[in-house]
Nanobody
Framework: QVQLVESGGGLVQPGGSLRLSCAAS????????MNWFRQAPEKERELVAR????????NYADSVKGRFTISRDNAKNTVYLQMNNLKPEDTGVYYC?????????WGQGTQVTVSS
């Protein structure tokens, strides 16, 4: 079965960095685009970054451009989100996502809290 497992979240001070990982299994990872979403408290889930199956092009929400970088390692079936210069408004649960077989799949999410 399709499975996405996020890790790497935690508590960080403003200006700090985190790298999130999403380990994928149950599908041909290298042929699918991957996405990172986040959901802040009392806000709707929003797309943060996406990456094509080949690794390029990538796309980012305006709010994270220049600070976040999405990448993938197809040999490891893993997609990453490097988050630099974190801001309190980046706080939320971050989810890995892909559309496989015509339906979306989601990981369980990993909490990112940016606070001094």
């Amino acid at each position: 079965q399709v499975q996405l497992v996020e890790s790497g979240g935690g508590l960080v001070q403003p200006g700090g960095s985190l790298r999130l990982s999403c380990a994928a299994s149950g599908f041909t990872f290298s042929t699918y685009a991957m996405n990172w979403f986040r959901q802040a408290p009392e806000k709707e889930r929003e797309l943060v970054a996406r990456i094509t199956y080949a690794g390029s092009p990538t796309n980012y929400a305006d709010s994270v451009k220049g600070r976040f970088t999405i990448s993938r390692d197809n040999a490891k079936n893993t997609v990453y989100l490097q988050m630099n210069n974190l801001k309190p408004e980046d706080t939320g649960v971050y989810y890995c996502n892909s559309r496989v077989g015509g339906r979306p799949y989601w990981g369980q999410g990993t909490q990112v809290t940016v606070s001094s």
